[in-house]
């Protein structure tokens, strides 16, 4: 879309300057899911189930008490509507920080991405199959040698979703129009992003 600024990487926590290991992560979990994956018979590299496994082994992204007390007071607040329980809601939104930062993404994006997807549900699924917050699809579980985990697991579905998320913004050089697009497997269409950019400028934006 016209006008929408490129969001740039954000060094993972801890991090070396110029070292980014989850970016090799990135790139073989998007060569992956572009393909049509096991559910169509179609084999997947060894290394994606290795580094996977590593991603999923692998606390806190808020540097300062005050910043953490204030964005989480605001978003808290903001997200009362879908997660009732206040200890539910802090939680999460601690989790979606940690996530989001460690992927180098912006925690409110991701919340707006949630929203659309799940509307923060995380026992969500979807027609295709797609579960949790983030919509991930299951036969990654089985492919990184975890079957016993649950997509259900607010840690696991996030891990994986800014993963994936991270590198289709990466692979089109920061364009989040076509970023996003990439995620929701609507490239060339505009109508998901634009819901995305809706709910992100009308309940996530934080200045």
Request: hydrophobic residues 45%; positive net charge.
């Amino acid at each position: 879309m016209p006008g929408v600024p490129c969001i740039p990487c954000i060094p993972a926590p801890g991090a070396r300057a110029g070292v980014r290991p989850w970016c090799r992560l990135l790139a073989a979990v998007a060569l992956a899911w572009a393909a049509a994956g096991p559910a169509a018979g179609q084999p997947v590299d060894p290394e994606l189930r290795e580094l996977l496994r590593a991603a999923i082994a692998g606390t806190d992204s808020f540097t300062d008490r005050f910043e953490a007390e204030v964005w989480l007071t605001d978003m808290s607040q903001r997200l009362a509507p879908y997660v009732p329980d206040p200890a539910e809601r802090v939680a999460l939104l601690r989790r979606v920080h940690y996530e989001a930062t460690r992927a180098g993404l912006m925690p409110e994006l991701v919340l707006a991405v949630i929203h659309v997807e799940s509307r923060f549900d995380r026992y969500a699924i979807s027609r295709a199959g797609a579960q949790g917050l983030m919509q991930v699809m299951p036969f990654w579980l089985e492919e990184i040698g975890r079957p016993g985990d649950s997509l259900f697991n607010v840690r696991t579905n996030l891990r994986l979703g800014c993963t994936i998320l991270r590198y289709y913004l990466d692979r089109e050089k920061g364009n989040l129009t076509r970023a996003l697009a990439r995620y929701n497997g609507s490239a060339g269409s505009y109508r998901y992003t634009n819901r995305v950019y809706r709910v992100l400028d009308r309940h996530w934006r934080y200045e």
